[in-house]
Structure formats: C-alpha cells, structure tokens
C-alpha cells in the first residue's frame, strides 16, 4: 500500500512561484504526476515523470513549470513559476506502482492519489 500526500499550496498573486512536494510512502513507485482540477472540470494533467527521468508537460506549462523527483526520498517536486489566475485549481499528486516505458498514461494507470493542495493565484 502506497500512500500519497502533497504539499506546498497556498494564495499567491499573479506572477509569484510555488513549489509542491508529493512524497510517496510504503514502497518505491514508478511514474509520478500532478494533475489539477477546478470545480465543474475534468481533472488534467499538469506534468509527470517516469522513475527514469523523463518528463511530460501539458502545453499549457508554456515553459513555466518544472517537474523533478528524487528516487531515494520517493518524493516529487512542482517548481511553478509566473503563476496566473487560471493557474488556481486543487492540485494532486498520484503515482503508479509499475513501471511503463511510455511518459505520458492515462489517468486511469495511476494507482495512488493523493488528497490535494489548493493553489490559489489573485490577479
């Protein structure tokens, strides 16, 4: 059993960075993302990366979002910076307890989610 908390969020004004952490305990895991949802959307994926490195981002990071982790720790990183309004939502943490040759899955492949943390950005 893999349990996946997140940390990090908070009210920041346009422009501002945050960083989220997510550490994954229990046993190692294969590829962690962020997600983010806002109220009446779909959740969408920010970034992930595999246990290898690799990385994905969604377009709308345009650049402005780092995504890292550290094996060792099981724990993965957010870096955003230029935060804008649209940025506001829940963010989550999930992570898969295999491993896939591919950057980029589908939601449904990641096995453990986190509660969230609320990113909030006032223009």
């Known amino acids: 059993q893999v349990h996946v908390v997140e940390s990090g969020g908070g009210l920041v004004q346009e422009g501002d960075s945050l960083r989220l952490s997510c550490v994954a305990s229990g046993r190692s895991v294969g590829h962690m993302a962020w997600y983010r949802q806002v109220p009446g959307k779909q959740r969408e994926l920010v970034a992930s990366?595999?246990?290898?490195?690799?990385?994905d981002y969604s377009d709308f990071v345009q650049g402005r979002f780092t995504i890292s982790r550290d094996n060792a720790k099981n724990t993965a990183w957010l870096q955003m910076n230029n935060l804008k309004p649209e940025d506001t939502a829940v963010y989550y943490c999930?992570?898969?307890?295999?491993?896939?040759?591919?950057?980029?899955?589908?939601?449904?492949?990641?096995?453990?989610w986190g509660q969230g943390t609320q990113v909030t950005v006032s223009s």
């Open positions: 999930a992570a898969t307890l295999r491993r896939f040759p591919s950057s980029r899955l589908a939601s449904s492949n990641y096995d453990c």
């Open positions: 990366i595999t246990s290898g490195g690799n990385t």
